[in-house]
């Protein structure tokens, strides 16, 4: 039987405040009953009611390991359906992995990553996409991915697309009634009205879709790459960013060898920033090494920041700079504003495509690094982010499904423009529901169970 | 001291089911018996003088192909024919045949005369016997052993296959009078229902109904339209030459209701058994009685009604679309009110009858019974509706009582293999309510499951069994290579932008070439076909017309095909996860009350039934998956 008791630190391991021990199971209550007391030293807990809190301590033997507040969830209204007991002690390392190895030597074993959430889902507690979403709100970087998880945790993935298959399976369902009962059910006129609702479905669905790019981003911060000639100023900004030395600055140019990544958070938002070696011609084999890197990352990057030294000329190394950055969103960072310039914004605008930003900075005076923070959000989220009403798909594989149901809907689109026997529509209006399906679980698919809760992190 | 007889199978009821599961048994070598009530009713068509249609077709063209008798019975007795649904896709072209009905009757009752190994047994089924089973490696708790008849002789045997039909304890009623028979008069069988409660069976009560039969010389035809069969006869089964069947055909007639005729039946619904209440058995959604058109459909003005002739040696018209229970006064009323029916003469009442069925979730898909070894049901009495819904179920539990008893491998057809399939899947995992029919949106993946490949789809599973000769199955071989050569070889005949080729094109009013195409891309336009293309296409070998037939569709229709077979193999990846038998779903934590009690009743074959057990849902089956999965390693 799956309904051995587990226990896992359900709370991040650091030196916080208070940190928490979650135990699920059946003997989860006898398991904390036996190394808990109250004030008065007695075992009390196996009286105490559902969903209740209570103070006392935790003993190792006669020894009193820690002072704690428990609480009771009986089953089935816990997170796990089963029954819950959590300790919330002090939050110190030490304590709290001493508190864990009690429960697990009292009879408990320690959870596999997503165990607790495993069995919520399996006790039928949430459905596959709150499962999902509960991940999301462990390894939530920022808070507008934990808003965004938590709503997610409220369903509003599962309302929203359950009310897109309810749609197409409204469309099946007449399609085919027509074809057993055409006496009663005509389909007169009828691809006129699909072709409109195909297209609100794709209209839909495309906005789900952008959302996931969004998602992502809120998720997982925007990949930011930070690029420029050999000493433009690249690893200041990353310090002022970042609000600590990160990098090593000197006025050496070449000093950046590697690649370095730090998560930044500007008004909300996370920039997964990588500072790169400078890119120019070397013969150097360690700094060559890094200006390959650095050209790679360039390719994966969400937003480029280019650093241009105003004090210096532009040179081929700049103009192999602004080709590699052609097709990406990127900020032109005119730097070093502080000293006499060689070169002028406006000779840098001519050279390079129209969309792309610049703003005049100091790394050294830190300057213009507010208008640098306005430029990005203006880039990904039109000036403004607003979490409230939207709903965000943050997961690869809902991406995909969304994707699948796309391709399934433009199928229709098509059948109906090549004038297609009406029967032929289901086919592909079943894929795009039955991929739907998968977003919130309605359709079950092979090994996506295990795989997803691989995922989990420990505790949840 | 009672008769004994000992034989291999036993087969109760010769309606279309039991037709077919005997002559399946018998031709595989089984010495067979197949009871009746009554010799003279040998595969009756008490209701509509018809096989085939919508769905049904598909069924009859599957049977064919597996090495049942429907098909080529249909072929020497029909007097019209249809293909129907042609302006729609392939998928939902359908074959209809008007039948002679006492024709078809003599036809069958003949080819069952003179099988080999084939006994036909005039006297009522009272009893079945049985011992129990103390097998733990088995399921099931009993085992048959033979059966009692009325006069008390007992025939021992090792499978019996129950086509009972609609006579378990039927009653017909025409408004108020109520009798206690079975179809068109005949002897209900009144004893076996309570021999099968007593072995633990499920029984439930349905009921369907038929129309009047009238006097074709007081129907006035002018006031209908006149419906003619096809110019060209299509064939019900593979083996019938097409040459052979054009025959002169018999006109059917289209008239309709109007408002006169549903207040009548308005007015008198309390005198409807079904809506008096006298009725216990449930009816048929799909094959409404008139009665239940004008309450369902209320607002439409009128409703079709089909005025079918019952026979060449006969006068009697049957009046499709127009069946009832209402009392005969009331009928009479109502049909003089159809244009052209003014002045009718009814020969036969319409009625309602009710009769004893199973609940059909106590079979696996081979209809078997789950608890009782070498006990098979098919036809009405496993719930079902039809002729050739009958037909089917028998031949399949013919099949599998004879592939027990050799104790070779069940044939078990699936929802992408055949209508055959979905109709037998839906009917032993889903809940049932009422008679059920077979409909063409049933079958989910129907593009492939059309009524011209069904020989491509189940000839080798027909021949596996021995109901296909060997000859027949090297045919249908040779046809599917025929078909992919052909299809590869206009895949790579590219066609030029020459100045003929684009005058051939403009000819037929499809736009000209930028540059060369294949052959079969331009098939793949719909203002071209295999045929017109012969102009330009000057390798072609003369082929037969089945296998352009399917070159065109394979061709024409290519991705929706393709995207059709990627949906079925994610469907056979849950079939193909049997579920062993002996599991105990009290070892498999964290089910649902609900879905633990299902699954145990029900003891689905795969995961892939589980997951359409209604009570079972998607979070169950994520726990099924897992718990098979940790069992596995």
Not at chain 2, 261 to 273: C, G, K
Request: negative net charge.
């Amino acid at each position: 039987m799956n309904t051995d008791t587990i226990a896992a630190i359900a709370t991040a391991m650091s030196n916080s405040g208070i940190g928490i021990i979650r135990v699920s199971g059946e003997e989860a209550i006898h398991t904390v009953d036996l190394i808990y007391r109250n004030k008065k030293g007695e075992r009390v807990l196996t009286n105490f009611k559902s969903h209740t809190i209570h103070y006392g301590f935790i003993y190792d033997e006669d020894e009193i390991v820690d002072e704690v507040m428990v609480s009771l969830m009986k089953k089935p209204n816990s997170f796990t359906t089963e029954d819950v007991v959590e300790i919330n002690c002090h939050g110190g390392i030490v304590v709290i992995n001493r508190i864990l190895e009690l429960v697990v030597k009292n009879g408990a074993r320690l959870a596999e990553p997503g165990e607790f959430t495993k069995r919520a889902f399996l006790n039928g507690r949430i459905d596959l996409s709150k499962a999902e979403a509960v991940m999301d709100v462990i390894s939530s970087k920022n808070e507008a991915a934990l808003k965004n998880s938590i709503k997610q945790l409220q369903g509003s993935v599962y309302k929203k697309i359950k009310k897109l298959r309810e749609d197409i399976i409204f469309e099946i369902a007449f399609i085919e009634s027509a074809l057993d009962d055409p006496e009663h059910i005509s389909l007169e006129g009828y691809t006129d009205k699909l072709y409109g609702k195909i297209n609100d479905l794709i209209d839909n669905v495309n906005k789900l879709l952008s959302s996931a790019e969004n998602g992502k981003i809120i998720k997982e911060g925007i990949k930011t790459v930070i690029v420029g000639k050999p000493n433009a100023g690249k690893s200041s900004l990353l310090n002022i960013l970042a609000g600590e030395e990160k990098a090593i600055v000197t006025d050496i140019a070449g000093t950046t060898r590697d690649a370095l990544e730090e998560n930044i958070n500007i008004g909300g938002i996370s920039l997964r920033m990588i500072d790169t070696a400078g890119i120019r011609s070397t013969e150097d084999i360690i700094e060559k090494i890094g200006v390959e890197k650095a050209k790679k990352y360039v390719e994966d990057a969400d937003l480029i920041v280019y650093v241009v030294d105003s004090s210096v000329p532009l040179d081929e190394n700049d103009f192999e700079i602004m080709k590699l950055i052609e097709n990406k969103k990127s900020v032109i960072l005119f730097n070093k504003s502080d000293l006499d310039a060689d070169i002028s914004p406006d000779e840098l605008k001519d050279k390079i495509k129209d969309n792309a930003v610049v703003i005049k900075t100091s790394t050294k005076e830190n300057t213009g690094i507010d208008k640098f923070e306005e430029a990005v959000k203006k880039l990904f989220f039109s000036g403004s982010i607003s979490f409230d009403d939207e709903v965000m798909i943050t997961n690869l594989r809902h991406k995909e499904a969304l994707q699948d149901t796309l391709f399934s809907l433009k199928q229709v689109k098509k059948s109906v423009e090549d004038e297609m026997p009406e029967d032929f529509f289901s086919i592909d209006l079943m894929s795009a529901y039955a991929s739907l399906g998968k977003i919130i679980g309605e359709e079950v698919e092979e090994d996506l169970v295990n795989e997803i809760f691989s995922k989990f992190c420990m505790g949840k | 001291m009672e008769l004994r007889e000992k034989v291999d199978v036993c087969v109760v009821g010769a309606g279309h089911a039991g037709c077919e599961a005997a002559l399946a048994c018998a031709r595989l070598g089984l010495e067979t018996v197949i009871f009746t009530v009554s010799v003279d009713s040998i595969a009756l068509m008490p209701c509509n003088p018809n096989v085939g249609g919508s769905s049904k077709g598909h069924l009859v063209r599957e049977l064919d192909a597996l090495g049942g008798e429907m098909g080529k019975n249909i072929d020497k007795t029909f007097i019209q024919s249809k293909m129907l649904n042609i302006s729609k896709g392939p998928a939902v072209h359908s074959l209809r045949a008007q039948a002679d009905k006492a024709e078809y009757s003599r036809a069958m009752r003949k080819v069952l005369e003179n099988q080999e190994h084939l006994t036909i047994k005039q006297v009522e089924v009272c009893e079945l016997l049985w011992q129990e089973l103390k097998d733990p490696n088995k399921k099931a708790t009993k085992k048959i052993t033979g059966l009692k008849t009325f006069t008390g002789s007992i025939y021992e045997c090792k499978a019996v296959i129950l086509c009972t039909g609609t006579y378990l304890k039927a009653r017909c009623l025409c408004g108020e009078a109520i009798d206690y028979t079975g179809p068109n008069g005949l002897k209900a069988a009144n004893y076996l229902t309570d021999s099968l409660i007593s072995m633990g069976i499920e029984m439930r009560r349905f009921k369907t109904g038929t129309p009047a039969r009238m006097d074709k010389r007081s129907i006035d035809f002018t006031k209908m339209e006149e419906q003619f069969g096809d110019e060209r006869v299509v064939p019900f089964s593979f083996s019938t030459n097409p040459e052979d069947i054009q025959i002169d055909q018999v006109s059917c007639y289209l008239t309709y209701t109007n408002e006169k005729t549903h207040e009548i039946i308005r007015n008198n619904l309390d005198r409807s058994p079904i809506y008096a209440g006298i009725i216990e058995g449930t009816g048929p959604r799909y094959c409404p009685s008139i009665e239940d058109k004008v309450v369902k459909f209320a607002d439409k003005e009128r409703h079709q009604v089909f005025i079918e002739p019952e026979g060449l040696h006969t006068n009697e018209m049957y009046v499709g679309g127009m069946s009832s229970s209402l009392p005969e006064d009331v009928q009479m009323a109502m049909y003089r009110t159809v244009p052209g029916l003014e002045n009718c003469k009814i020969v036969r009442n319409a009625y309602a009858i009710e009769y004893d069925c199973i609940n059909p979730k106590q079979l696996y898909p081979t209809l078997r019974f789950k608890d009782v070894e070498g006990l098979y049901s098919g036809g009405q009495l496993n719930g079902s509706s039809g002729y050739e819904e009958a037909a089917v179920q028998g031949l399949i539990a013919g099949i599998n009582a004879a592939q027990f008893i050799f104790e070779k491998e069940e044939l078990v057809i699936d929802r992408s293999e055949g209508y055959i399939g979905v109709l037998i899947d839906d009917l032993v995992t889903k809940d049932n309510f009422e008679p059920y029919r077979m409909m063409t949106s049933r079958a989910e993946y129907r593009l492939l499951l059309r009524q011209d490949n069904a020989d491509l789809r189940l000839r080798e599973k027909g021949f596996k069994v021995g109901l296909i000769t060997e000859d027949q199955y090297n045919a249908i071989v040779c046809k599917k290579n025929m078909i992919d050569n052909e299809i590869l070889r206009l895949k790579n005949v590219k066609i030029g932008a020459s100045e003929s080729n684009q005058k051939f094109l403009e000819k037929y009013g499809s736009s000209s070439l930028k540059t060369g195409v294949s052959l079969a891309e331009l098939l793949c336009r719909p203002e071209l076909n295999y045929n017109i293309l012969n102009e330009i296409d000057k390798e072609r070998k003369q082929l037969p017309d089945d296998v352009i037939e399917q070159v065109e569709i394979e061709i024409k229709y290519e991705g929706y095909i393709e995207r059709q077979l990627r949906q079925v193999e994610q469907f056979k990846k849950m079939e193909k996860k049997k579920i062993p038998f002996d599991l105990d779903y009290d070892d498999v934590p964290s089910l649902r009350i609900e879905a633990r009690q299902k699954l145990k009743a029900f003891h689905p074959i795969s995961v892939g039934q589980a997951s359409r057990i209604s009570g079972v849902s998607p979070a169950d089956i994520s726990v099924l998956l897992v718990y098979l999965e940790q069992k596995r390693k």
